[in-house]
């Protein structure tokens, strides 16, 4: 895990950033009123974003669920990268926003299926906190779909 300035992404880096503030603004956040936005890259340098979509059975959907169910229902199942970027209706963010665990479980999933890790970004609102990690270093010692002896091939 490291700490980087904005100045300091990659071209890519930084538009993966761009692309999750963008989808951000549709989030459908009725009750917690703060909003999500994730930016996948697919092994064919796709972006496919997702935001997060919650409801009145506080059973909602984070962002990164979404781009990655999105990224599915397209026949897209291997992914390089994902930036994060949240905000408040009130207020900034001042420390980055991580996946919960149950995205983090679906993310290393995903890094299984491609065969390698998948770079993740995590920004605050402003862009003035950035950490770059890995999924394996959010989910470390995690249980796949390998472990289970699926053969990923057919997904990827």
Partial sequence: MKNINYQDLTPIQKNL????????????????????????????????????????????????RTAIVRANAMG????????????????????ITGPCGTCRQMLFESSQIAGQDIEIILSTTKKDKIVICTIKELLPLAFGPKDLGVDVKKYQ
Avoid at 35 to 55: K, M, P, Q, R, Y
Avoid at 76 to 95: G, R, V
Wanted: with cysteine; proline share 1%.
């Fill in 17 to 64: 950033l761009t692309e999750a503030e963008k989808i951000m603004g549709e989030s459908y956040n009725p009750y917690s009123h703060f909003s999500v936005g994730a930016a996948l890259l697919t092994f064919d340098n796709e972006i496919i974003t997702g935001t997060n979509v919650e409801n009145a059975s506080e059973t909602s959907i984070c962002a990164e």
């Fill in 76 to 95: 897209k199942h291997t992914f390089k990268a994902l930036a994060i970027i949240a905000k408040s209706e009130k207020f900034d963010t001042f420390e």
